[in-house]
């Protein structure tokens, strides 16, 4: 894939809808290898003549090369020279989309309004590409096993893997797939800038998310306010995280809560000064077995 530098909203004499529909062409096909009519019916309540007319309107008028009909797959895959047009071109905009579970709101996020002065920390993707994130796609979505090759702190030199992949995961700081090592023999999360490129698709997978104990199994984190803060803090603090009561319930996939604790700067049991440290975990016991382990 090459890439060229990305113009701004209003570099295009488009409107805001069709600007938005081309986004959405192109994020879906060069990240999940596949677009067809039915991802621009779902995003935007269009019917199936509109999103056709879209799709050969961006190729037509903005970027002739970029999709290729697959017949096989029944819709357009990216083509050999896919340059990016209304788009960066970066993991984050695909991920954005899927992390908001609305495929408008990640579209959104990067168009450009000068009208309103806001300004977004710049994350790093963790060198995610779309050539380790197609196969695993299509895999979780086609329940398939999925030969990889993996590199972790304690073996950093690739080695072959067998998974059988059920749901790509974004923990707050970086990318994950949950699935079935068939090496291990248990459900283990794979970082996806360990992954190599070249994962071979395989013959179908006899394990999904329904057997993955921990990803069916729902811990509620309680969180509170420092209870070492004096009752101001406290009371700033549970208007700070929307507490009820002075009490913040979040239900959480097991698999997920160590992640959840991470992010939350709580997985340490050592508490840091009140001011910093500002809520506590008030379940400690029953999340601590479900706390992460790097593979």
Known sequence: MSRSPRKSAGDWPLRWDLLLRYRLIEIIALWEGRL?????????????????????LYLK????????????????????????????????????????????????????????NIEMLPVPNRGLRPEVLRPLIQACRERLRLEIDYASLAHPEPEPRVIHPHTVVFSGYRWHVRGWCEKNREYRDFVLSRISDGARLLTPADRDARQDHAWQTVITVRLAPDPRLDPARQALIAADYGMDNGELALPTRAALVGYLLQWLRLEQTRPRPPEAQQIVLMNRDECRPWLISDN
């Open 36 to 56: 067809t009519t039915n991802h621009l019916m779902r995003a935007f309540g269009i019917g199936r003549q509109q999103a056709s007319k879209d799709i050969n």
């Open 61 to 116: 008028q903005y970027a002739p090369d970029n999709l290729v009909y697959d017949r096989s797959l029944k819709g357009y895959r990216p083509g050999p020279g896919f340059t990016p047009r209304f788009t960066l071109g970066a993991a984050d905009e695909y991920l954005q989309m899927v992390r908001t579970r609305e495929d408008l709101a990640g579209a959104f996020e990067q168009l450009t309004v000068r009208e309103l």
